[in-house]
């Protein structure tokens, strides 16, 4: 139980596209999801914390209208990075807590932009 | 933002050995948890840890939740090569789940065949 699943798992894509990351609590569900990025051999990020039915908290330096976050369901949040560019190439991991446990993550999206 | 002093960086062992790798805060922390991440993938969870003095085992990994509540450590015993990977600490503030989660810079681990 309590499975977190991300898609896509990869995505290539070209400078100034948007690009829009899913991230599903498949049997749990979830009032509150996270958002982190992670840069090659260092620590995961916290980009924001997602909220079903209001807006998501941001962390201090992440741009909100860069990276838009939808929650419009209890097992569904998406990540929506725009206009992206080559600076916004990383690995991006949600995570999300079922009842009276910790947080549990997805397997992450490579995100390329050219 | 704020990060876990973890310890070792990195470590190379042979097979077998075992290992040992700890986290310390400069605050007091409600819930310890200890994640390994494999690369390319996302973090999956070892060992969670909730109050002060907890020792906890998960097969051959033992963690305990340090008596000031501001450090925690990671033992692994016997390594095996599928131990290959980093581990992270990762602790929280404040109780209840949906809580943010403050990170350790993670220890890479390589185990010798």
């Known amino acids: 139980g309590a499975v977190v699943s991300q898609h896509p798992s990869w995505v290539i894509c070209k400078s100034g596209t948007s690009v829009k990351i899913e991230c599903r609590s498949l049997?749990?569900?979830?009032?509150?999801m996270f958002w982190y990025r992670q840069f090659p051999k260092q620590s995961l990020m916290l980009m924001a914390t997602?909220?079903?039915?209001?807006?998501?908290?941001?962390e201090q330096g992440v741009e909100k209208d860069k990276f838009l976050i939808n929650h419009a369901s209890l097992t569904l949040s998406t990540l929506t990075v725009t206009s992206a560019h080559p600076e916004d190439s990383s690995f991006y991991i949600c995570s999300a807590s079922p009842p009276y446990q910790p947080q549990h993550f997805g397997d992450g999206t490579r995100l390329s932009i050219l | 933002g704020q990060q876990l002093n973890q310890s070792p960086q990195s470590m190379f062992i042979q097979e077998g050995e075992d290992v040992s790798m700890n986290c310390t805060s400069s605050s007091i922390f409600n819930t310890w948890l200890w994640y390994k991440q494999d690369p390319g993938e996302g973090p999956v969870l070892l060992i969670a840890?909730?109050?002060a003095g907890e020792l906890t085992s998960n097969g051959r990994l033992t963690a305990q939740f340090g008596i000031t509540r501001k450090d925690s450590f990671l033992n692994i015993s016997a390594s095996i090569p599928s131990d290959v990977g980093i581990y992270f600490c990762?602790?929280?503030?404040?109780?209840?789940?949906?809580?943010?989660?403050?990170w350790g810079l993670g220890t890479s681990l390589a185990v010798n065949p």
């Open positions: 049997d749990f569900q979830a009032t509150t």
């Open positions: 997602s909220n079903e039915g209001s807006k998501a908290t941001y």
């Open positions: 840890l909730y109050k």
């Open positions: 990762a602790g929280q503030e404040e109780a209840g789940n949906n809580r943010k989660l403050i």
